[in-house]
């Protein structure tokens, strides 16, 4: 079992910066990587970025690429996203799960998810 907790997000200003954390306990070898999700209201949920937790390859979506950095503490068992250059159209729930591979970006594909983040951008 994979219990994960997020935290971190807030409220922020276009063009600002959060950094949200996802601490993972009772990580089995089954979960390799730790992805971000995100939703926003009356929309499906998002993959935004993961990373594997052996060998810190890295997937992101495309419209996060330059602003956006995921990165993986493996003493801490501890997942960062950093979010740079904020913008309105990021303001969703963001949610960290725990799957097999970091190439993964389909929610069915993940096992275990935190409780969720706010994070919200004004313009």
């Known amino acids: 079992q994979v219990r994960l907790v997020d935290s971190g997000g807030g409220l922020v200003q276009a063009g600002g910066s959060l950094r949200l954390s996802c601490a993972a306990s009772g990580r089995t070898f089954r979960s390799d990587a730790m992805g971000w999700f995100r939703q926003a209201p009356g929309k499906e949920r998002e993959f935004v970025a993961a990373?594997?937790?052996?060998?810190?390859?890295?997937n992101y979506l495309d419209s996060v690429k330059g602003r956006f950095t995921i990165s993986r503490d493996n003493a801490k068992n501890t997942v960062y996203l950093q979010m740079n250059s904020l913008k309105p159209e990021d303001t969703a729930v963001y949610l960290c799960a725990a799957g097999r591979s970091y190439q993964y970006k389909r929610r069915y594909e993940y096992d275990y998810w935190g409780q969720g983040t706010q994070v919200t951008v004004s313009s």
């Open positions: 990373i594997s937790w052996s060998y810190g390859n890295t």
